[in-house]
């Protein structure tokens, strides 16, 4: 479903991909793990063509991103799905015009039919009557559920997910967790997830991919990680201060 294929990205002199190889399979969940600053939110951006590679290309379901003008990345993107770090609500907003912003964007449903579908995605992601309420009115937790509400709610193919536990405590973590896990199974999504929480990356993800200076270290499933032989892997998923990962 996604292929990324010898991709290099550099900042001035910063190099942050430096010839990424990787296949996401169609149906199946991809966690990708690194440290903070090692380019995992950059490869999202090059799913979605935000950004385009210095060298190297980008394969969504077939159609060569990297190639596509803004009209067919458009088009494109309307096979994504994303829930952001912070989950990016509008605050002027209320939680169904949140839920159903794409739709006003990009159907021509009415408001009354945006608010229905926003319900239903609301109620997928547990979250019932809250239609009226405003951001400010909403806790972390609610906050995530409502973006993975919007996330899904003009049905997509794709779905991405920017650090989704980042911020909750341990027990709301694990909700966005299983929500996850449930809607993989109900919608049949293909997805990306990156984080550096690893209990979140272990009970998410088919396979895992370890991001370090820039190329992919190793992919495996979530036993293979957590039993990997390679020095920098195990000391990220450990979180040693010892080994081959120079701490700032």
Do not use: C
Not at 59 to 77: F, K, M, W
Not at 96 to 125: D, M, Y
Not at 135 to 152: F, T
Not at 184 to 203: E, F, G, P, R, W
Request: net charge negative.
């Amino acid at each position: 479903m996604i292929v990324f294929q010898d991709v290099h990205k550099s900042f001035t002199s910063k190099v942050v991909l430096a010839g990424v190889d990787l296949t996401v399979e169609r149906g199946e969940t991809m966690v990708v793990i690194g440290g903070s600053g090692s380019g995992k939110s950059v490869l999202l951006k090059h799913v979605v063509g935000l950004m385009r590679p210095d060298q190297g290309r980008v394969i969504v379901d077939g159609a060569d991103v990297t190639a596509l003008n803004e009209a067919a990345l458009t088009e494109l993107r309307k096979k994504f799905g994303v829930l952001f770090q912070g989950a990016a609500l509008f605050d002027s907003l209320s939680v169904w015009e949140n839920v159903g912003f794409p739709l006003a964007q990009h159907t021509r449903l009415s408001a009354r039919e945006i608010r229905e579908v926003a319900r239903e995605k609301l109620a997928l992601v547990g979250l019932k009557g809250v239609e009226d309420l405003m951001p400010s009115e909403l806790s972390g937790g609610m906050k995530k559920r409502v973006g993975l509400a919007r996330a899904i709610a003009h049905d997509p193919e794709i779905l991405l997910y920017d650090e989704p536990t980042t911020g909750l405590d341990p027990i709301m973590a694990d909700v966005i967790n299983e929500l996850i896990i449930r809607l993989k199974q109900q919608l049949k999504v293909t997805s990306i997830a990156i984080t550096h929480d690893m209990t979140s990356a272990y009970k998410i993800a088919d396979r895992i991919a370890m991001l370090y200076q820039g190329k992919i270290q190793e992919v495996g499933t979530s036993d293979e990680i957590r039993h990997s032989p390679n020095p920098i892997v195990h000391q990220f998923i450990t979180g040693s201060a010892e080994g081959p990962i120079a701490v700032a």
